[in-house]
């Protein structure tokens, strides 16, 4: 009996741990590898002298490939023939021509990101293989930082080259590729080591075709004034621009439907159309004329197949003749379509209300009784009488008064107005509401400047964009303060920019390669400025650059 109950004890548990070793698990694999490939054994060692090797061999931890080694790989001074380098297992092989090897000098390899582990991808970055052919190793070190000239941003994947052994010329870039180079970090900075004492000149470019030479307008571009002699651990910031092209040409021209055309350029200039036969300038309009633009653009009229235009170039000093096929009339609008100075439901402070047009309009004609503006105030509704005026053939203005804070609709019935063609606009609705002062904070700014002289003194927003600025001259008599107040600013957080406007052409001007020019000085001023609604701002500012 008692035997009998061991039996049926020991039967359930085995059954037990049967059923819980059946279970159904899902296995994991373990932990993700997230380590880079180490390296183990360098032959000959890094940081050989007096190297005499046709071959290296580089020894990791595990199995690797080469990614993108092509476009990766750095080997500098560079050299005048194409290294073997292939991955086999565990190991990196490179074959080289010894006899090809400058005597005493310091070469470096530097793999980028290119040597990965096989199974996770990653990469061992920037590893380098150091070694001497003379019976020392370099040990002066390069760094520093390429920044956006103008918004101070840093720059990543950019050339940064020296140069040795050429007088200092504005076709450097141009001709030769250099003799060190290496390319820009993701926070901008960049860095050289094992440099040998020598005279260097430094140049910087985006190099976008990938063939270490600076192909002009089409690239951007750093420099150093003049060579420098590296004696010690140096650093050197370099401010990136593009240069304002040697020449301006129309790049396209579009002509999306009958009346309206635009002549785009490969640059900003400001320039003026005329017809090439005189009479037919009563038949074409040029839009925002007398401003620096990239795109012209003009509406025209009662013209048939093509039109010939003179293009003067008043930035460039050159003057050009386009004949411009004409769409076929049937491609006309077949409604007058338009657009308010409204943005997200507001219209700005006080700003008139305009409606610009897409058609060239018969200004003679239009119906008062088909325009209604109303304002509402708790619940009522109050009509206006509306007022106007044409600011040009394709913009009118309402001239009413509006009150600030206050809700608007304006809406628009068919047929109030009329294109030169008889062609009529559609019904529109459009409510908005006017901005009120005390929605808007004001900035004083007082600035200590360092050099007297013109600036520009900006505040921007976010994204970048100018909301105000002011310009501002420091005469030889006059003392260096100076208060600078914005007003009616929108609530939110903006940056001080102080362009040296050095041409007092009250805009920033790039640098230029071929004349050794820099572009105009920015200072950003680092805190940023909180604007609050109804409310005044003031901040004080020492300018040391």
Not at 252 to 275: E, H, L, M
Not at 445 to 462: D, G, M, P
Not at 486 to 491: G, N, R, S, V
Request: aromatic share 12%; hydrophobic share 35%; glycine share 4%.
């Amino acid at each position: 009996m008692i035997k009998s109950a061991i039996k049926l004890i020991l039967c359930s548990v085995i059954l037990t741990l049967f059923v819980k070793c059946a279970q159904v698990g899902v296995l994991t694999g373990g932990k993700r590898d997230l380590n880079p490939p180490k390296l183990i054994e360098a032959i000959p060692k890094i940081n050989s002298v007096n190297f005499n090797s046709d071959f290296i061999e580089l020894k990791f931890d595990e199995h690797i490939k080469l990614s993108n080694l092509k476009s990766e790989l750095i080997i500098s001074p560079q050299l005048n023939f194409e290294p073997e380098i292939e991955s086999d297992g565990k190991k990196i092989l490179i074959s080289f021509k010894k006899q090809l090897l400058k005597p005493n000098t310091t070469y470096r390899i530097n793999f980028g990101k290119s040597i990965c582990d096989m199974t996770e991808g990653n990469s061992a970055d920037n590893f380098e293989y150091v070694f001497s052919t003379g019976n020392y190793v370099d040990s002066i070190k390069i760094k520093g930082y390429v920044v956006n000239a103008f918004n101070k941003n840093v720059e990543k994947n950019i050339i940064v080259g020296l140069y040795t052994g050429i007088e200092k010329t504005d076709s450097i870039p141009y001709k030769n590729t250099p003799n060190y180079y290496c390319r820009t970090s993701d926070d901008g900075s960049f860095s050289f080591r094992n440099m040998p004492n020598n005279n260097y000149s430094v140049y910087g470019f985006s190099d976008l075709n990938k063939n270490l030479l600076y192909d002009g307008e089409t690239e951007e571009i750093a420099f150093l004034n003049s060579k420098f002699q590296l004696l010690h651990d140096t650093t050197l910031n370099l401010k990136l621009f593009k240069e304002k092209p040697s020449k301006s040409f129309v790049k396209k021209i579009n002509n999306p439907y009958y009346g309206y055309c635009q002549i785009i350029f490969n640059t900003k200039c400001v320039s003026r159309i005329s017809a090439l036969n005189y009479n037919d300038n009563k038949n074409i309009f040029e839009i925002n004329p007398n401003n620096e633009k990239d795109t012209l653009s003009f509406y025209y009229k009662n013209l048939k197949d093509t039109l010939a235009v003179i293009i003067k170039n008043l930035t460039y000093k050159n003057t050009d003749t386009l004949i411009i096929k004409l769409p076929k009339q049937n491609t006309l609008k077949k409604k007058v379509n338009f657009s308010t100075n409204t943005t997200n439901g507001f219209l700005a402070l006080n700003k008139k209300l305009q409606l610009s047009f897409y058609n060239w309009m018969d200004t003679t004609k239009i119906d008062l009784r088909k325009i209604h503006l109303s304002s509402k105030k708790d619940s009522v509704i109050n009509n206006e009488q509306i007022k106007y005026r044409w600011l040009n053939i394709s913009t009118i203005e309402i001239t009413n008064n509006l009150k600030q804070g206050s809700d608007y609709t304006i809406k628009i019935d068919t047929a109030a107005f009329i294109d030169y063609k008889g062609v009529v606009n559609d019904s529109l609705k459009n409510s908005f509401v006017t901005k009120s002062e005390i929605e808007f904070g004001t900035v004083a700014v007082k600035l200590l400047f360092n050099k007297k002289q013109t600036y520009i003194v900006q505040l921007v927003n976010e994204q970048g964009i100018v909301s105000q600025e002011k310009y501002s001259t420091i005469s030889l008599s006059e003392s260096n303060n100076k208060t600078i107040d914005f007003t009616e600013i929108i609530p939110g957080s903006y940056q001080l920019k102080i362009i040296y406007d050095d041409n007092e052409n009250k805009k920033w001007d790039t640098g230029n390669l071929i004349f050794d020019k820099q572009p105009e000085h920015v200072f950003i001023y680092s805190k940023k400025i909180k604007v609050l609604p109804d409310w005044e701002i003031e901040e004080e500012i020492l300018i040391k650059e």
